[in-house]
């Protein structure tokens, strides 16, 4: 599908892009798919000094049309237990949150928050998990062997490690670190007022998840977009784009070669919200964070094939219009022929 230079997303997919070439760093790398410029596949190292140290975690970054003036969708592909897998996780800097996002973050901020939130509690907060420190542990050893569908061996992305003290390295201090310390605020604040406005509520959802088991589902709405109020519900099933005639699609294409937003739905074998600490026994866990990886991989197949297909409909969608303008054009000219016979 041909690329809109001048689309604004596609401009500013190009600057992160030469800002993470330009200034790597040792502890991520993440680039597009060559297929599709708004599907970023993200590598991050586990923050030092805590349980995840030692681990090699790979997500997706799905960017909206509207980026930089949209936050994006955040999804992880290797079991970490911190963050559910194969489905959309709510932080401060995802598509759950657009009343905190700012259009001059990027890509680099992204990862740099994310890397970050790994030691904090999940808040109860969708797709977040609060797993014991043994458990993540072993995850962080097994994550070095993971591989991605698309990207391989995800270990081999990273850069080697430099030095303490070099820039780009662990210990060097963010460019971005004064922002991310405000996003930590902003997540506790929100967490504090959803306890604050339905105190009931947040406890009956805290031990609803305490009792779930490692693998367990979360579902999602066909958009993708997961439901937690009924208001949510109601805002999802009125989101454009979900079906789109052939005059709507006329009028995108006219206006953008952006893609749609992307509509990837939550299969099995991802962990469900852990309001608690629910430390599974090591049997338990261990067969259930292979089942997770496996199915992982699976779903992430069946989400590529998904967007494959749409991305053959849109080019259909694209023949059907320039036909149907090369028509009008044929038609209008037919018009002004025979107007100048008559004068």
């Given at each position: 599908?041909p690329v809109?230079?001048?689309?604004?997303?596609?401009?500013r997919?190009h600057a992160?892009?030469?800002?993470l070439m330009?200034?790597?760093s040792?502890q991520?790398?993440?680039?597009?798919?060559?297929s599709n410029l708004?599907?970023?596949?993200f590598?991050i190292?586990?923050?030092?000094?805590?349980e995840?140290?030692g681990?090699v975690y790979?997500?997706?970054?799905?960017?909206?049309p509207?980026?930089?003036?949209?936050p994006?969708?955040?999804?992880?592909?290797?079991p970490?237990?911190?963050?559910?897998?194969?489905?959309?996780?709510c932080?401060t800097?995802?598509?759950y949150h657009p009343?905190?996002w700012?259009?001059?973050w990027g890509?680099?901020?992204?990862l740099?928050?994310?890397?970050?939130f790994?030691?904090?509690?999940?808040?109860g907060?969708?797709g977040?998990?609060?797993w014991?420190?043994?458990?993540?542990?072993?995850?962080a050893?097994?994550?070095?062997k993971?591989?991605c569908?698309?990207?391989?061996?995800?270990a081999d992305?990273?850069?080697?490690?430099?030095?303490?003290g070099?820039?780009?390295?662990?210990?060097?201090r963010s460019?971005?670190?004064d922002?991310?310390?405000?996003l930590?605020?902003?997540?506790?604040k929100?967490?504090?007022?959803?306890?604050?406005?339905s105190?009931v509520?947040?406890?009956?959802?805290a031990a609803a998840?305490d009792d779930?088991?490692?693998?367990?589902t979360?579902?999602?709405?066909p958009?993708g977009?997961?439901?937690?109020?009924k208001?949510?519900?109601?805002?999802?099933?009125?989101?454009p784009?979900e079906?789109?005639?052939?005059?709507?699609a006329?009028?995108e294409m006219?206006a953008?070669?952006?893609?749609?937003?992307p509509r990837?739905?939550?299969?099995?074998?991802?962990?469900?919200?852990?309001g608690?600490?629910p430390t599974?026994?090591?049997?338990?866990?261990r067969?259930?964070s292979?089942v997770?990886?496996?199915?992982?991989?699976?779903q992430?197949?069946?989400?590529?094939s998904?967007e494959?297909?749409?991305?053959r409909?849109d080019?259909?969608l694209?023949?059907?219009?320039?036909a149907?303008a090369?028509?009008?054009?044929g038609?209008l000219v037919r018009k002004a022929?025979?107007?100048?016979?008559?004068?």
């Open positions: 599908m809109n230079i001048k689309n604004p997303a596609i401009k997919i992160d892009v030469r800002e330009k200034d790597p040792d991520y790398h993440a680039a597009p798919l060559e708004f599907e970023w596949h590598t190292r586990g923050p030092p000094d805590t995840f140290e681990g790979h997500g997706r970054i799905i960017l909206p509207e980026y930089p003036f949209r994006p969708d955040i999804m992880f592909n290797t970490n237990g911190r963050f559910s897998t194969g489905m959309k996780i932080l800097i995802s598509s009343e905190h700012q259009p001059a890509i680099r901020l992204i740099e928050a994310l890397i970050s790994f030691p904090s509690p999940s808040h907060a969708l977040g998990l609060d014991s420190a043994g458990e993540r542990k072993r995850l050893v097994e994550s070095r993971w591989k569908y698309k990207c391989g061996l995800v992305l990273l850069p080697e490690l430099r030095p303490k070099e820039s780009g390295g662990a210990s060097g460019s971005y670190a922002q991310i310390k405000e930590h605020k902003l997540k506790a929100t967490a504090d007022e959803v306890a604050a406005e105190p509520a947040a406890a009956a959802a998840s779930r088991e490692p693998g367990t979360v579902s999602e709405s958009s977009k997961i439901a937690s109020t208001k949510e519900a109601e805002v999802i099933a009125q989101a784009g079906k789109r005639g052939v005059i709507g006329i009028s006219a953008t070669t952006a893609p749609s937003s990837l739905r939550s299969g099995g074998g991802a962990p469900a919200e852990g608690g600490d599974p026994s090591p049997a338990n866990a067969g259930a292979e997770e990886g496996n199915q992982g991989q699976q992430q197949q069946q989400q590529e998904r494959d297909d749409l991305g409909e080019d259909v694209s023949f059907v219009a320039v149907i090369l028509a009008i054009v038609i022929l025979r107007l100048a016979e008559v004068i």
